[in-house]
């Protein structure tokens, strides 16, 4: 059975440092996507980064890295130079294969992130 | 204008009464879906659309019926609603891929008293 898992329900963090967020999945597919999201306090879930199974470099959007080591089963966000506007939940997933259909996303428990100035 | 739209944004209902929660979306993607998102629980997926005639129970489908009225709608209904089904609700969309990215809603937060 797909799974995802983060293992830290919560971070603190100084402000204009990296952090980095811990994901592991477990899937026996062979293709499937991972997924970075974000939920401020008010509530709305914003993308943030995708990193696809057969991607040999690892993505990056602006200050968001996806450290994604294949062969452990992770999926890692690094966050550099942390704002205080970072302090949100963040929420790893992943797009699996569910039932012989694609493309349904499995969510972690999220870890909630607070950048200290 | 948002992509993905959710009405009502708050709602606080009576056990056992009847809801809807509607979800527009002008993306032109033509998969939608709803998840319900508990403290500690991450998102769970309740029910899932590809196209207009194909509708796909989730993880958590029990208590809840959805309409796919036309590409861009797509509904959830509480047929009776009871306390444990208080909730943060998302819709999401997406395209085809399994690649895709689900864009969501704003979200809508029911409370069944």
């Known amino acids: 059975a797909q799974k995802i898992t983060q293992t830290q329900p919560g971070m603190f963090v100084q402000e204009k440092e990296a952090v980095t967020l811990d994901c592991t999945y477990d899937t026996s597919d062979q293709s499937y996507g991972l997924f970075w999201y974000k939920q401020p306090s008010s509530g709305e879930m914003i993308f943030l980064i995708y990193?696809?199974?057969?991607?040999?470099q690892n993505a990056t959007e602006g200050r968001y890295s996806l450290n994604f080591q294949k062969a452990r089963k992770s999926a890692n966000l690094v966050i550099s130079a942390s704002q205080l506007g970072d302090s949100a939940m963040y929420f790893c997933a992943m797009g699996a294969n569910y039932g012989g259909a694609t493309n349904k996303l499995i969510f972690g428990t999220g870890t909630l992130l607070a950048v200290q100035p | 204008d948002a992509d993905v739209t959710q009405t009502p944004r708050n709602r606080i209902t009576k056990t056992g009464k009847r809801i809807m929660l509607e979800c527009s979306q002008t993306?032109?993607?033509?998969?939608m879906y709803w998840y319900r998102q508990d403290p500690g629980l991450g998102l769970r997926l309740i029910y899932y659309?590809?196209?207009?005639?194909?509708?796909n129970k989730g993880e958590i489908s029990d208590g809840y019926s959805v309409s796919r009225q036309a590409q861009a709608k797509f509904s959830l209904s509480l047929e009776s609603a009871i306390p444990n089904q208080t909730a943060l609700y998302f819709c999401?969309?997406?395209?085809?891929?399994?690649?895709?990215?689900?864009?969501f809603g704003p979200g809508t937060r029911l409370l069944v008293l």
């Open positions: 659309s590809f196209d207009v005639k194909d509708i």
């Open positions: 993306k032109g993607h033509d998969r």
């Open positions: 990193q696809g199974s057969y991607d040999e």
């Open positions: 999401a969309t997406s395209g085809r891929d399994y690649q895709e990215t689900q864009y």
